[in-house]
């Protein structure tokens, strides 16, 4: 079979730079300003880029619309060549115990607490690492390993690659409410008595919601969702202003524990445990900062 050939020879390593860099900012002016060159400049050589290949890369209107099928694969490619470099460059760094880059998590809500620990131990054992920690959905997370625009993933185990996912601790549920909810004396709360509560839970996007409808359709009960949000810190404002109840981990209820207005309570009937998991994405040889990361995890359990 003849290989195909490419008309202007393969793109250097600043094409794919743009690039990555077009994915992020989703913007050619905004995208060409980071790479600190023009957007004209930046336009011609993405022009270019795809004369190469022989293939369109992008969809243009009058603005950036997003990449073609074809672009998909250049760019993770080219994320994924671009990671290799980067994996140079810190294993010569690593020879003189220095670690520079800038590690990328994505973490499901409800184990930010715990990824805040893992970055704390990390800045603590490399200062000099910088550190991005994205909120996002389970299948965001998969897709975005996959990609390779995530370094790894902080996600439900039952949900990720057993090859590439280990076991990190076990996510137990407590109801936070205001105290003014819940009769006194209660120390704990079935999940049946919980659904007659007014409650704001993560949106149905989130995995951990729909773990919580799961529970609550097992035991014949239809929860009374008053309010959603994306993220836990818009959650616990509202309970916080004694508007509504909301079920969280334990790691999660312990973060708002000086919420002097709140009151936690067990949940039973059933007592439902999840495993959480540190996805990350295969690579080899594995970047330096990813080896510090599963060092920095196993400080934080």
Partial sequence: MAKRKFGGGMPDLRDLELL????????????????GISQPAFSTRIRKMEDRFALPLVRRGNTFVGFTREGQVVLKW???LLDDVEGLRQD?????????GKLTLGVIPTAMPFAAHVSSQLRRLHPD?????????TRQIEIRLNDFSLDAGIMYFEDA?????????EERYVLIAPAS???????????SEVAELPLCLLTPDMRNRQLIDAIFAQVSAVPTVVMQATGFTAVMAQVASGNAATIAPTAVAETFLALESTAQ??????VVTHTVGLSIKEQTPELPMVRALRVAVRNAL
């Fill in 181 to 191: 909810l819940v009769p006194a004396g209660k120390t704990q709360v079935s999940w």
């Fill in 265 to 270: 309570f067990d949940l039973v009937d059933p």
């Fill in 92 to 100: 010569i760094d690593a020879l003189n115990n220095n670690l520079f």
């Fill in 20 to 35: 990555v860099a077009l994915s992020r900012h989703k913007n050619f002016s905004r995208a060409a300003a980071d790479c």
């Fill in 78 to 80: 080219a994320r994924k």
């Fill in 161 to 169: 690659d057993p090859e590439t996912t280990v076991k990190l601790y």
């Fill in 129 to 137: 690492l910088s550190i991005e920690i994205h909120s996002l959905s």
